[in-house]
């Protein structure tokens, strides 16, 4: 029987991991404390993490790089909150004799944040209901006050795999023209999914809502640069629930302050959490949420489930959930 003794629960910010969780399973001697911020600085967060033996992370929140695993000598259970996390070295960590274990999850609650920025941004939701609030019915004078039903518009999907063809669904039951792209999408893959696909030049010109669905890595990172953004017409929207940096963040700022796109939904951002002064947070004819793609009750109680059951599986010598490099 191997043994835990400490558990620190991460970047809790809404405060619900102990109560989305069948802690009290664990044994007695395995105190759990769990932290609602985040620290960014490596050596604070070494000075917290130091006496744990056990640590939860919930999503990329907060990444672990062997040089930050160098100094947890302690640490010999690594989870991560759902079945894959690329801010983990896991490959450093299984080298320092650390377990690293992922957790089940449920459905694909960022497709409803997608399409709740996407609605939002077509109908001004955020900005007329400010209006109504304010003693106002119907606001007007904004470019975008009336709104634009989606129903005949052309959704162009940037990256059609599971996320984004279940998006591309949702766009078809509207009514929408859907077009894709993806360095490795074929022609055949995209009508299988009831798309049409193009090139990524033809996709920013022709879309009416441009919305992101693509792993992080070297060749995705600035996938949508200054180029890209030009290409779109005035009238259309860029959504990302994705990862930040996807978007050239200047080359979006600057997109959205002069005008030349109609706006954008972001759920993520190159910096999380998203400091005060970021200049995202002064552009006009956003609808910024933070990073809620994966934020659902049902998503929330699998995780924390899950992370309960692999510490017992850990506890019984028999890991289960492993990741691999």
Known sequence: MATLNRLAILDDFQGVALEMGPWKRLPPSLSVQVFRDNLADQDALVERLLPFDAILGIRERTPFPAALLKRLPNLKLLMTTGERNRAFDVAAANAQGITVCGTPSAGAPTVDITWGLILGLLRDLPAQTASLRAGTWQASGAPNSIGTSSEGLTLGVVGLGKLGTRVAKVGQALGMKVIAWSQNLTAEAAAAAGATRVEKAELFAQSDVVTLHMIL????????????????KPSAYIVNTSRGPLIDQPALIAALTEGRIAGAGIDVFDREPLPLDHPLLACP?????????????????????????????????????????
């Open 285 to 325: 004819n956003t609808i910024l949420t933070p990073h809620l793609g994966y934020v659902s009750r049902q998503n929330f109680a699998a995780y924390f489930h899950g992370a309960v059951e692999t510490i017992e599986a850990y506890i019984a010598d028999k890991p289960i959930r492993l990741l691999t490099p």
């Open 217 to 232: 890595s070297d060749r995705s990172r600035g996938i949508v640069g200054a180029a890209e953004l030009a290409a779109m």
